[in-house]
């Protein structure tokens, strides 16, 4: 039962860890794919910031080659100066505009704007084509170009992006800026599309906690500013969120958003990166995620699992048949023997564990029935100390001797009818009687006068011709050992006594008795069930060993055969305030 | 739509003619010295824009001008100085036009008033967003004029919503001491007495440095401001 049990616990603890193992191990995968994802926009982030730092570069470089037009670069030092007519100007440039760049929208440009030296603007075209003449000089993208410098921006304005490139008109001999001119492009919806598909990942703008321009249907995102504005530590420090986490509708998705360059940066301009977030790793996420591909032959290691199952089923089920069903086997094939007849006892040593207890229980149980007296004495059931203490004789009251049912007569050699057979419907040794009850006797078997049964010297041949019946045993036949058990010849034996017939046919045996080893078996019986009494009472039982347990027996027994002037002492165990104790019950005779 | 030239105003010389004309009016101890040093700003501090996009680049023909713009609103101001009175309240005009504000800078005393007008053709959304009790956000329209008092004695950047680049600093002083940094940094404060002065650095619409100073002391100060974020970083790295 030994390996049996290790191996369903075993099996128990594999069974656990790869249940653990099953819910466990996606949890790290979905955390590496969550930090991928976050990494991916990480990454796409940075290309959007070199994208959108090469288109001001772009920008700039178109503006700057602009302003080397001639035309525009005579007619704003004409504008400077003060000189020509203003009007005449105006529309010089703005149709030099249209020459240049004959289609704004195809350019992704909203609006081209000419300034003379102090700032003043001579044309646009595009927004607000119609209006020039106002001073914009304090725009900074403006006023750097008034300075020399060729520079970009983002603003903020009308609630829309606008990306600006700025550079100076140079004079004709190039030694002196005699204008400027800006181009603001459109940074929205088209900016958004564009991000889209550069980077395969869903991008949004924002600008003053609101989204104005994003890939993902309008309204999805409204949660996306306040979560930004949550981070500004991390955009000031970092230039860019961590990613961050974002729950839309059923979609989990990974946001990294970063700030504007310019003046928009002041005005919570970001753009925003948005990738899904991996799936969740729960016992439910994982099975829904299980599709049929998965559980194909080819990619799923259906031959190793199903070796594997029915390689541990087989070992369980081969330790159960060693451990469990076939010393059962044979212990039943041995009781059966038992109780035929054909063995006197079971060899107990052959088996191990509880088997080799329940053997041992069983051949105490059969050499107790077998020598069981066949009445107890009103002793019976004294606890050992009251019988061996100063009042315990008070309490012995034995019945009257020469009865022929008196409690303490011996079993006879020849033991009454036992159950036919082992049968596990019935019991097969019950118990023996108890104190005073007496035995109807038998219609055609009188036990024998208890005098003419001397145990010593069992088996001797008596007469019994007070019962009707004569039973002799014949000389040749010697007491021998329990260990070697000896059939006695049916034909010895009265047909109405000796040899009565079981129900299932079979004789009852005569068991041959020494005394001497039966008191030992006995003793060690009761030492056994001492043990596991104080066991099951939850009794230490260190120290206690058999020899000096038996010999403490003995010593007992001869204290109340001399006391009491019994035969022999039998000792029972039973339980008395939660604990093991001793009972003892004097044989007379 | 009007047409308006320009005024640049030299304000480190104005500066220096206001604190020169404050400390001769109100007096100063005889022991009264000049306080001379240099402000170290950082790279991005240098330059005349208040924001920056990905690129500024020369265009390689017409040397750049490096003047004006943000660089103009630095300035040192001296406080807790000994026997130092505020400065008396005065209304001080700032012209709104061309997307930009004349003058960018105003140091006054304690209950001085600051009228905006807006002499441009865009509507101005002007607030002091660190103070807001003092200024309000308020639409100021083309052609209508703000007013702001300003009592106590501090820092505040008047900015625009749309126009985030437009912003007048307002330096409310309880001494006659101050003064603007030059193209160099350089700044010299004169008339200052003797001992112990609390002096702070505003540059770019807020207090860049601080530091107590012995104005007695001949030798030249020189006060060097943390790059933006730094200051922040040092402080928490402090902490932690």
Redo the contacts between chains.
């Keep these: 039962m030994f390996l049996s049990k290790i191996w369903f616990i075993l099996i128990a603890l594999v069974s656990a860890v790869a249940g653990t193992f099953a819910l466990v191990a996606p949890r790290p995968a979905v955390q590496k794919l969550a930090a991928l994802e976050g990494q991916r926009l990480d990454r796409a982030q940075y290309a959007a910031e070199q994208m ?2 090469v288109d ?2 772009k920008w ?1 470089d178109r503006v ?1 080659k602009l302003g080397r037009d001639a035309i525009l670069s005579e007619s704003l030092d004409a504008a400077s100066r003060g000189s020509g007519e203003y009007t005449v100007i105006h529309r010089t440039i703005q149709d030099r505009f249209r020459t240049l760049i004959p289609d704004l929208a195809t350019g992704g440009i909203d609006v081209i704007v000419a300034l003379d030296s ?3 603007v001579i044309a646009r075209v595009g927004d607000n084509e119609k ?11 403006v ?2 170009a008034l ?8 603003w903020g ?2 609630g829309k992006l606008e990306r ?1 490139a700025g ?2 008109v ?1 004079s004709k001999g ?4 005699v204008g400027a001119i800006y181009v603001g492009a459109e940074t929205g919806p088209g900016l958004v599309e564009r991000l889209k598909k550069n980077l395969d990942v869903d991008v949004a703008l924002l600008l003053r906690g609101k989204v104005i321009a994003s890939s993902r249907p309008a309204g999805e995102l409204d949660a996306l500013p306040e979560i930004v504005a949550q981070h500004t530590a991390d955009i ?2 970092l230039k860019r969120t961590p990613a961050l986490p974002l729950t839309v509708g059923q979609d989990k998705l990974l946001v990294v958003a970063a700030p504007f ?3 928009a ?3 919570q301009a970001y753009y925003a990166l948005l990738g899904m977030q991996p799936a969740k790793s729960d016992l439910g996420a994982l099975l829904s995620n299980v599709s049929s591909n998965d559980l194909k032959w080819g990619n799923f290691p259906w031959v190793p699992l199903t070796a594997v199952t029915f390689a541990m089923i087989a070992i369980g089920l081969i330790l159960q048949r060693v451990e469990v069903e076939a010393p059962l086997g044979r212990l039943r094939r041995e009781l059966q023997k038992v109780a035929a007849g054909d063995l006197q006892k079971i060899d107990d040593g052959k088996y191990g564990g509880k088997y080799g207890g329940l053997a041992r229980d069983v051949n105490a149980a059969v050499e107790r029935y077998t020598h069981a007296p066949g009445a107890r004495s009103e002793m019976a059931g004294k606890d050992l100390n009251a019988i061996l203490g100063p009042s315990g004789g008070s309490t012995f009251d034995l019945p009257p001797a020469g009865s022929a049912f008196s409690g303490s007569t011996p079993a006879p050699a020849f033991a009454p009818p036992v159950a036919p057979a082992f049968s596990p419907a019935a019991p097969a040794f019950p118990p023996p009687p108890p104190g005073g009850f007496a035995p109807p006797p038998l219609p055609s078997f009188n036990p024998p006068p208890a005098p003419a049964f001397a145990p010593p010297s069992l088996p001797q041949p008596f007469s019994a011709s007070g019962l009707g019946a004569s039973i002799s045993l014949p000389p040749a036949i010697k007491p021998a050992p329990w260990s070697e058990p000896q059939q006695l010849p049916t034909d010895a034996l009265d047909d109405g006594a000796a040899d009565r017939q079981m129900p299932d046919g079979e004789a009852t045996r005569v068991v041959p008795y020494d005394q001497h080893e039966e008191e030992d078996a006995h003793f060690r019986h009761v030492f056994d069930d001492f043990v596991d009494t104080k066991r099951s009472c939850g009794e230490p039982t260190a120290g206690l060993t058999q020899a000096k347990f038996l010999q403490k027996l003995r010593d007992n027994k001869s204290t109340l055969v001399a006391k009491h002037g019994c035969r022999t002492v039998r000792f029972s165990v039973y339980v008395k305030d939660g604990k093991a104790a001793l009972r003892a019950t004097p044989i007379r005779e | 739509m009007t047409l308006r030239t320009f005024s640049r105003v030299s304000f480190p010389a104005v500066s220096a003619a206001l604190a020169l004309s404050l400390a001769l009016g109100l007096g100063v101890p005889a022991e009264a010295g000049a306080l001379k040093g240099t402000v170290k700003l950082p790279d991005s501090a240098r330059s005349t824009r208040l924001y920056q996009g990905y690129w500024r680049l020369e265009n390689g023909n017409v040397p750049v001008s490096n003047t004006g713009g943000a660089k103009l609103e630095t300035v040192v101001v001296l406080e807790n100085v000994n026997g130092a009175h505020p400065p008396p309240a005065r209304t001080v005009t700032v012209e709104m036009g061309g997307l930009d504000a004349h003058p960018r800078l105003v140091i006054t005393g304690p209950g001085s008033v600051v009228e905006i007008k807006n002499t441009g053709k865009v509507r101005l959304d002007l607030s002091t967003p660190e103070t807001p009790s003092v200024m309000p956000l308020e639409q100021l329209p083309p052609g209508a004029t703000r007013r702001a008092k300003f009592d106590a004695v501090g820092g505040y950047a008047i900015h625009d919503s749309e126009y985030p680049h437009i912003m007048i600093s307002v330096i409310i002083v309880d001494s006659p001491f101050f003064a603007t940094i030059d193209e160099k940094g350089s700044f010299a404060i004169a008339g200052v007495p003797d001992g112990k002065a609390h002096l702070k650095v505003w540059t770019r619409g807020k207090w860049a440095a601080e530091e107590e100073v012995d104005t007695s002391s001949k030798e030249e100060l020189i006060v060097k401001v943390a790059a933006p974020g730094q200051k922040e970083k040092e402080e928490k790295e402090t902490a932690e």
């Design positions: 959108f730092k001001a570069h700039i700057s102090k700032g003043r209006e020039y003449g106002d001073y914009v000089g304090g725009i900074e993208v006023a750097d300075r020399g410098y060729l520079s970009d921006d983002v304005v009308g600006v550079a100076p140079l190039k030694d002196r800026i000031a420090e360059p310019g003046q940066g002041e005005q």
